[in-house]
C-alpha cells in the first residue's frame, strides 16, 4: 500500500494535502484498491462549502457506489475535471490524481487526522 | 447465524487470488483479477466460473413429467431427451419461486437446477407440491459440483480435454456421459452470459481437477477464471433476469418480460393469475433504460416520470462494459413503457434524464 509521507488521512481512506490555506483532497491507494477498477466520479461543485465528514463527492466501481467524506471543512475552489473522461485514472494514481481542493475553514483540523505512519498503522489492522 | 458454506473450489479460488465475499450464504470470489478484465475476457475468448452453489435436485417417477408440468410455467411436454429447457415456478398469486432449467434425461427423470439463493424454499416447495403425483425429488446440491465455461474459445478449449465430439451438444442439450480427463460429466450447452459455453457438472472430487485441467488447456487462449462480479455484468447486458432483482415473489413472469417461457394452454400453480394479467393487461412492465445524464443507475434506485412522480425501479444497471454505455432494466409502470418514453432516474440527489430502450443491450452470440 502506497502512502505519501506529508499527507493526512482519514479513516475512511481519504487524504488531504496541505498548502498553505488551501487543501488538496482525494482517496487513498487503500481506497482504490478495495474499491477496485472506478468507472464514474460524481465531483462537487465550485463553491459548494462543506463540513468536516460531510459527504462531498461518490465513486463509483463497477458493482457499487461509496460516499466520500470530507478531511476536514472548506469552500471548494478547483475540481478535478479529467475524472470525468478518466475515472480510473485514480486506480493508476490515487495520489496526483486529486478529486477536490479547497479552501480550509479551520485549519487546526488537520491536527484530528492521522499522519503517513498512523495511517500506515490503521491499515495494518 | 448460518456458517457461511465453501464449495469445493475454495483453495482453488485462494490459488487463483480470488477476492473473496459472501453470496447466497457462500464463500465465492467476486473476481480474480478485476470485473472488467474477467468480463471482457468472456466476451471476447473464454472465462470460467465456480457455480457448484448452484442447487440440483432430481425428479423421478412414473409422474415426473406431469408433476415439473405442474410446476412450472413453460411446456416441458415438448423437450426431447437430453433437452434442456427455461422454466420458471409460481406462487398462487402469479409471483415467482425461482427461475430454473428443466434437464430431461426422459419422462421419468429429470434434473432441475436452480438458484443457491433459493434452495431450501424450492425444495420444500417442490415437495409441497407433490400431493398424489408418483414421482420422488431429492436434493442432491451438496453432492454435485459445477463449473461454467463461457465465451467464444470455450468449445475449443474443452474439446482438447475429451473424446466427445462438442459440437453434437446443441444449444440447450445435454450429455451426460462426457468423460473430461478421466473425470465423468454432465455436460450442456447451456449458460448465463449471452455467448457460446458450457456447464459441466461433476463429483466434488472431480471439481478441482477438471478446473486445473481447463486452465491449463485454455491457458494460450485467453481463458481465465471468472467470478461473480462479471457473471453479473455479462447476464444483465443480455437482459437474462436475476432472482430477487427481475424477478421475485412480487414479480410475475409476465411483468419480467419472460412471457415467452409461459405457456397458458398448459395447467402449472400460477396460471389463473397470469391468464388474468394477460386478459386484462400489465400494470407494469421491465424495460431497457438508457442514461442521457450523467450517473449510473443501480439496483433500488427510483424512476420517476419527467414530472418527477415516481413510477418504477431500476431492478439492476451498470455501465455497460460491452456496450460503453450506462443502462439499466426497469420495472415501470406500463404508461412508460414504450420505446424512447421520456423518464428520469433518481440518483442520489439528481434526477438523471432517461429514456425507455430495447432491452437487448448486447447481441447474445448463442451458437445455434
Sequence with gaps: MKIMEDYYYTKNHEWVKVDGDTAIVGVSDYAQHAMGQIVYVELPEIDDEFAKEDAFSVVESVKAASDIYMPVGGTVVEINEDLEDEPESINADPYSNFICKIELADKTEIDNLMNAEEYNDFCKE | MEQSKRTALYDTHKKYNGNIVDFAGFELPLYYESILEEHNAVRKNAGMFDVSHMGEVTVKGEEAEKYIQNLVTND????????????????????????????????????????????????????????????????????????ALQGPKAQEILQKLTDTDLSSITFFRFNENVIVNNNKCIVSRTGYTGED??????????????????????????????GLGCRDTLRFEV?????GNEIDKDITPLEASLGYFVKLDTDFIGKDVLVKQKEQGLSRKLVGIELLGKGIARHGYDILSPEGEKIGVVTTGYQSPSVGKTVALGLIDMDYTKMGTDVNVRIRK?????????????????SK
Design chain 2, 350 to 366: 439528481k434526477q438523471v434524464p432517461a429514456k425507455v430502450v430495447s432491452k437487448k443491450f448486447y447481441k447474445k452470440n448463442y
Design chain 2, 76 to 147: 416441458i411436454s415438448v423437450i426431447t431427451d437430453n433437452g434442456v429447457m427455461y422454466a420458471l415456478m409460481c406462487y398462487e398469486n402469479g409471483g415467482v419461486v425461482d427461475d430454473l432449467l428443466v434437464y430431461k434425461y426422459t419422462d421419468t427423470d429429470y434434473l432441475l437446477v436452480i438458484n443457491a439463493s433459493n434452495i431450501e424454499k424450492d425444495f420444500n416447495w417442490m415437495v409441497e407440491q407433490k400431493g398424489s403425483f408418483n414421482v420422488e425429488v431429492k436434493n442432491i446440491s451438496d453432492d454435485i459440483a459445477e463449473v
Design chain 2, 239 to 243: 437482459a437474462l433476469p436475476l432472482y
Design chain 2, 197 to 226: 459455453g458450457f456447464e459441466i457438472y461433476t463429483s466434488l472430487e472431480n471439481i478441482v481437477n477438471i478446473w486445473e485441467e481447463i486452465m491449463e488447456a485454455g491457458k494460450d487462449d485467453g481463458l481465465k477464471p471468472a
